[in-house]
């Protein structure tokens, strides 16, 4: 079944841009979501379908997929940002969800 | 508003039972497929089991298959987990999560607070 590899941490200063990576061999060919999860709270969904945002989700949070890499993207990174994020796939071929090992942002 | 109630959750021994209930309100689970998904304590989310609007399709991770088992009832408007032959390594947060489709495989747009399970003696 697919493994999902995300770095495990990330440091950013505000208003700069933090950049989360998602690695498996054939990602380019699912559809990738993203979830954030700040500390002691569910997870809270901030990209889906690649690259689309839920309603209420900030334009600075931005995704996108090609070949072995997916990537989420926040531009000019507040405070507020600090969470975990996840990537999130579903295998079609074990019909399994997988999520990725998950990214720590850190904002300094 | 789409509400997501976990309950169920508690203390049980290696080897015991717990069934997991979801509440929801604000939409018709039989129009969207939900899941359940846990948190171990300092570790990341791993997907348990889904199920379809129709109720027809239920899938479940290999970690669980056969002692876990996903339900729904429409008249209640509930989704469930029953958890049997429970091990130490099932203790978890558990969230029930919304997705986008009625059918599985598209992601999950509204979760639960959680249910906290611990298997222990």
């Known amino acids: 079944s697919s493994v999902l590899t995300q770095t495990p941490s990330v440091s950013v200063a505000p208003g700069q841009t933090a950049r989360i990576t998602c690695g498996e061999n054939?990602?380019?060919?699912?559809?990738v979501e993203w979830y954030q999860q700040k500390s002691g709270q569910a997870p809270v969904l901030v990209a889906y379908?690649?690259?689309d945002r839920p309603s209420g989700i900030p334009e600075r949070f931005s995704g996108s997929n090609s070949g072995t890499t997916a990537t989420l993207t926040i531009s000019r990174v507040e405070a507020g940002d600090e969470a975990d994020y996840y990537c999130q796939v579903w295998d079609s071929y074990t019909d399994h969800y997988v999520f990725g090992t998950g990214t720590k942002v850190t904002v300094l | 508003e789409v509400q997501l109630l976990e309950s169920g959750g508690g203390l049980v021994q290696p080897g015991g039972s717990l069934r997991l209930s979801c509440a929801a309100s604000g939409f018709t689970i039989s129009d969207y497929a939900m899941s359940w998904v846990r948190q171990a304590p300092g570790k990341g989310l791993e997907w348990v089991s889904s199920i379809s609007g129709s109720g027809q399709s239920t899938y479940n991770a290999g970690s669980v298959k056969g002692r876990f088992t996903i339900s729904s009832d429409n008249f209640k408007n509930a989704v469930y987990l029953q958890m049997n032959s429970l091990r130490a390594e099932d203790t978890a947060i558990y969230y029930c999560a919304k997705t986008m489709s009625v059918s599985t495989g598209y992601a999950s747009h509204y979760w639960g607070q959680g249910t906290l399970v611990t298997v222990s003696s």
């Open positions: 054939d990602i380019g060919n699912r559809r």
């Open positions: 379908d690649d690259y």
